[in-house]
């Protein structure tokens, strides 16, 4: 899976968005006793998930490795110089990796505004001090191929740069100038071959001196190292992801001198990285998920966690239309085996969403995908990668149960609607700190809603849905590399909407919805038959 399906995911990950708040219990036990009979999120009210969706940051990312725990807690016990820590772990990370040089951040992000910041100061502190305002600064563009464009390079834009994007390398090459700082790509997919790849990219960019750096955030690490073969003067990876390091940690590898630069744009020193500190722990502990990344088996890692989808695919195959099938990806990015159990929705009237939003909210919790083809098909799909020893076991007893469950064919018939919202309505958002005036226009067909919602900076596309009282309404608001998906419920009475918006991982707002009263006044005017004679 690239990093870009990854994120397509996100909105198909039912524990994402706060929508379950921890549920405090009655007679509190302390953090630290729990820690010891590892119930710490108990202790809090707040329920632990077992993770058959992969390394995403808003659940965990990964399990950290008992190497990596030993050695965070070695390096918690004593006092270090950072300047002195910092070279000593890109000495080793160096060695390990065959790179030039390495570099721990509190992040893959962070490890890419680093970079970004590197490459607009040079190393030059009289600048550094001044990002992100780049006045008089020789570097302030960066280009991105169309491809590369995601939430993720925020952490770029953040530094202040004029983002360029071009859509083909015949485009790149004209766009390169003076004021070029650096080229980002993305890993996966037309980066690693063709006419528009790392490696092209690299033939344009090298001679010009100008960086080019790669986001392979959630891939394998290679060594050598792919990306730096094919070109790329800078690598960066998720500590947290599949090397199973520190979750607050990223691995940034390549060219010594604008790593150095990167290090000095970073915590501890007092620039624009400061408010990404990286401790001694975090660095330590990523140094140990290298080396112990260089050790494993990986070919036995694999066998295992083809075992539990076994098991599990086992355990369903007696269910009478349920069918498994096993998919091995080849490329880097998020690669683990993955099951997807598939069925007919209309004969076991259950799909694959509802499952995954069940299972995500009630005990034992587990985080899968769950997604509809069309009407007849729908699946579940389990990602082993994060699964520990055990969890197999569960899932497959839990979704055994909830297949084999005799249910009632779905109600199709929608009731009728209760109210008529054709026309232009004034809505309100309530965020936790601020309001917002935006606007509805809504066409309506029986229960069906659609037209267009106004926000505070573009208007986008409406669809909805009405029942009796009972109001639904989704937008899209789309810009370069970001999206957010606003989801109304809300409930319609004497001509005013009120409710919650769902916005995924922005979490939820509240809204309440006027009928527009147009103030203009009804009267006859004339209009001109010529020019006009005075202005």
């Known amino acids: 899976m690239k990093r870009r399906d990854a994120l397509k995911d996100l909105s198909l990950l039912p524990l994402a968005g706060g929508m379950m708040l921890p549920k405090i219990p009655e007679k509190t036990t302390s953090v630290i006793d729990a820690a010891a009979n590892k119930e710490i999120y108990q202790s809090i009210g707040v329920e632990p998930i077992i993770n058959c969706r992969g390394t995403f940051t808003i659940i965990g990312g990964s399990i950290e490795r008992p190497e990596v725990r030993a050695a965070m807690d070695a390096a918690a016990q004593s006092f270090v110089q950072y300047d002195e820590l910092a070279f000593g772990v890109g000495k080793r990370l160096a060695e390990l990796t065959g790179a030039e040089w390495g570099l721990v951040s509190s992040g893959c992000a962070a490890g890419m505004k680093h970079i970004t910041v590197a490459c607009v100061t040079g190393g030059n502190p009289e600048k550094l001090i001044r990002v992100p305002d780049l006045t008089g600064f020789e570097k302030t563009e960066v280009i991105i191929p169309r491809y590369s464009r995601n939430v993720y390079d925020h952490s770029i834009r953040n530094v202040g740069v ?23 790509i993305a890993a996966g997919g037309p980066s690693e071959s063709g006419p528009f790849s790392t490696e092209a990219i690299a033939k344009i960019a090298k001679p010009k001196n100008i960086p080019v750096m790669v986001d392979a955030a959630a891939e394998d690490l290679t060594i050598p190292n792919v990306h730096l ?251 370069p590399a970001d999206s957010i998906t606003y989801m109304f419920a809300g409930t319609v009475k004497d001509n005013v909407i009120t409710g919650s918006v769902y916005m995924g991982e922005y979490m939820t707002a509240k809204f309440t919805a006027k009928r527009h009263t147009f103030r203009g006044k009804r009267e006859k005017f004339m209009i001109p038959g010529g020019p006009p004679l005075a202005t």
């Open 162 to 184: 004029k983002i360029i994007t071009v859509d083909s390398i015949e485009e790149l090459e004209r766009a390169i100038s003076p004021r070029t700082a650096m080229i980002y």
């Open 229 to 479: 073969k094919s070109g790329a003067t800078v690598v960066v990876y998720s500590g947290g992801k599949v090397m199973c390091g520190p979750q607050c940690a990223g691995l940034v590898l390549g060219q010594k001198d604008l790593l150095m630069s990167a290090w000095q744009a970073s915590a501890p020193h007092h620039g624009p990285g400061r408010d990404n500190k990286v401790g001694r722990e975090e660095a330590m502990g990523m140094v140990a998920a290298v080396e112990a990344w260089t050790k494993r088996d990986h070919a036995a890692d694999w066998k295992k966690w083809l075992s539990w989808l076994d098991n599990i695919s086992k355990k369903l195959s007696t269910l009478d239309g349920v069918k498994t099938t096993v998919f091995e990806p080849k490329g880097l990015s998020n690669r683990t085996p993955v099951l997807q159990v598939s069925w007919d929705p209309s004969k076991l009237h259950i799909t694959g969403e509802e499952i995954a939003e069940t299972f995500g909210r009630t005990k034992p919790r587990i985080a899968l995908g769950g997604s509809s083809r069309d009407a007849n098909h729908t699946s579940v799909s389990i990602t082993t990668g994060q699964m520990q020893p055990g969890e197999d076991k569960i899932v497959a007893d839990r979704l055994f149960e909830t297949l084999s469950q005799k249910r009632q064919p779905k109600k199709t018939e929608l009731a009728a609607a209760g109210a008529d919202l054709k026309g232009h309505w004034d809505v309100d958002l309530e965020f936790f700190t601020s309001t917002s005036k935006q606007t509805f226009i809504i066409e309506q067909d029986g229960n069906w809603l659609q037209g267009s919602h106004k926000g505070e900076y573009s208007v986008r596309e409406l669809n909805g849905i009405i029942e009796g009282n009972e109001i639904k309404i989704r937008t899209t608001d789309r810009q």
